[in-house]
């Protein structure tokens, strides 16, 4: 029995170091795509980012560095893994969910069972964005919270799409649609919070103009996005 306990301790002691150093190893890449806008072994580091989340975060704590740094790599590679899928879907295909919270503290528009319908008003970014998208062919929701999209889903049934939202928010998001099988891009949010939040508009119109499908991965506006397109290897 004594040899069993041996034995067993021996194992969850070689466990230990090899998540330790296989957190080390993720860690530095998250660092790396962070700085540089490139990603490396996309689906394997994001399979590691999503099992060892806390170890890594626990390491950004103790190297006294961001760690919501974790959850935008995490939220890059899913953008990445998506695009090809993504970009192959037409936009009549394809729905945009919009949080309330990017609503003016004034805005008119009523809540209905299609979620929020907005009368573009100009007083936020809401109108002008719908506009663009829906002529585009994609459908435009405005959403009051996650168990719509879940609706909206289920009756509308796309085949891709684009959600705007708190980190969080984007990383659930995310993989409910990989739970139905739909390829989605997430765009975060600027500023998070309930009321009067904010948003990149530019990387937004980007990745609904098809300018490039995974436009999260790029963080200086200077970037060439010829250099970050994904190859066919990374898929």
């Known amino acids: 029995m ?22 080390v190893v993720t860690a530095v890449m998250i660092g790396h795509s962070f700085k540089t806008g490139r990603i490396f072994m996309a689906r394997p580091t994001l399979i590691f980012v999503i099992l060892l989340e806390s170890v890594i975060k626990y390491l950004f704590r103790v190297y006294k560095a961001d760690e919501s ?21 037409d936009p009549e295909d394809r729905s945009v969910f919009m949080p309330q919270c990017l609503r003016s503290v004034d805005c008119p528009a009523k809540l209905t069972p299609e979620g929020i319908m907005c009368v573009n008003c100009g007083r936020c970014g809401i109108g002008e964005a719908k506009l663009f998208c829906e002529e585009r062919g994609y459908r435009f929701f405005v959403v009051p919270g996650s168990s719509f999209i879940k609706r909206m889903i289920k009756k509308y049934r796309p085949q891709a799409i684009v959600g705007v ?3 969080m928010e984007i990383k659930e998001g995310i993989d409910l649609c990989h739970l139905y099988g739909i390829p989605a891009i997430g765009v ?3 500023r998070s919070g309930c009321v009067s939040t904010t948003l990149d508009w530019d990387s937004f119109y980007e990745v609904v103009s098809d300018g490039d499908g995974h436009i999260l991965l790029r963080d200086d506006p200077k970037d060439s996005i010829e250099t970050l397109r994904p190859s066919t290897a990374d898929r």
């Open 165 to 167: 939202g708190c980190m």
């Open 188 to 190: 975060p949010l600027t």
């Open 2 to 23: 004594d040899q069993v306990f041996y034995l067993l301790g021996e194992a969850v002691f070689v466990l230990g170091v090899v998540i330790l150093i296989v957190s």
């Open 69 to 89: 740094i974790v959850d935008l790599v995490g939220v890059r590679l899913r953008n990445y893994i998506n695009s090809k899928k993504f970009l192959e879907i």
